[in-house]
């Protein structure tokens, strides 16, 4: 399996223009996260979705943060208009919901997409 | 509040000098704790999941430990190649909470 895949992986841009990160999850996997990594304040949860379904967007700093899943094998996440302090690197996650077995339930990450807004 | 607190924020160690790390939480209703490492550029990679007070997991020169209110994740004779940072986190219904990690510097 390729594991979880983000595009793109930096991105600069200026302040007050729209943002769209994407991500791919797992086949098979029916949760999927997006955190936000910052030197400050760590992971943060901005939101998550079972089965292409928004679950928990409690995270989302503010309606300039949308997320959408429209099938279970793509995710984006759109901030507009962006500000500086929305610099961080973005992780999208996916899980599979824990079975008996092998799988233990843990989060599998892509390898985030930076953003520097300017 | 569901909270996850990690000790200390960075710790340097010389080659083969064994160590500690400390995830410490207060949650309601615990589904499993996790161990991530992570290293620069790229996404945290799983490490362990621990699911019950008094489990154990290792894996070559880490250990993991849970308690009912902490964690450790004990490092034997770490090499420099086990330079990174960790992270932990805990699962509260299906949301996966993380500690802001340690971030460890092995010298050679």
């Known amino acids: 399996d390729a594991g979880v895949i983000q595009s793109p992986r930096h991105e600069v841009t200026e302040m007050g223009q729209e943002v769209t990160l994407r991500c791919k999850p797992i086949?098979?996997?029916?949760?999927l996260f997006w955190y936000r990594q910052t030197m400050m304040r760590g992971l943060e949860l901005l939101i998550y979705f079972n089965n292409n379904v928004p679950i928990d967007d409690s995270g989302m700093p503010e309606d300039r943060f949308s997320a959408k899943m429209p099938n279970a094998s793509f995710s984006t996440l759109k901030i507009q208009p962006s500000e500086p302090r929305d610099s961080a690197v973005y992780f999208c996650?996916?899980?599979?919901?824990?079975?008996?077995?092998?799988?233990?339930?843990?989060?599998?990450f892509g390898e985030g997409s930076r953003l520097t807004v300017l | 509040e569901d909270q996850v607190t990690q000790s200390p924020e960075a710790l340097r160690l010389q080659e083969g000098e064994s160590s500690s790390l400390n995830c410490s939480y207060t949650v309601s209703g615990l589904r499993g704790l996790f161990w991530y490492r992570q290293d620069p550029g790229k996404g945290p990679e799983f490490l362990f999941t621990l699911y019950s007070a008094g489990e154990e997991k290792e894996k070559e020169r880490l250990k993991a430990t849970l308690t009912k209110k902490e964690s450790f994740l004990h490092i034997t004779a770490p090499k420099p190649e086990d330079s990174a940072t960790y992270l932990c986190?805990?699962?509260?219904?299906?949301?996966?909470?993380f500690g802001t990690g340690t971030r460890l510097k092995v010298l050679a």
């Open positions: 986190a805990v699962k509260v219904s299906y949301k996966y909470i």
């Open positions: 086949s098979g996997h029916d949760y």
């Open positions: 996650a996916s899980s599979l919901r824990r079975l008996a077995g092998e799988n233990t339930g843990e989060l599998f």
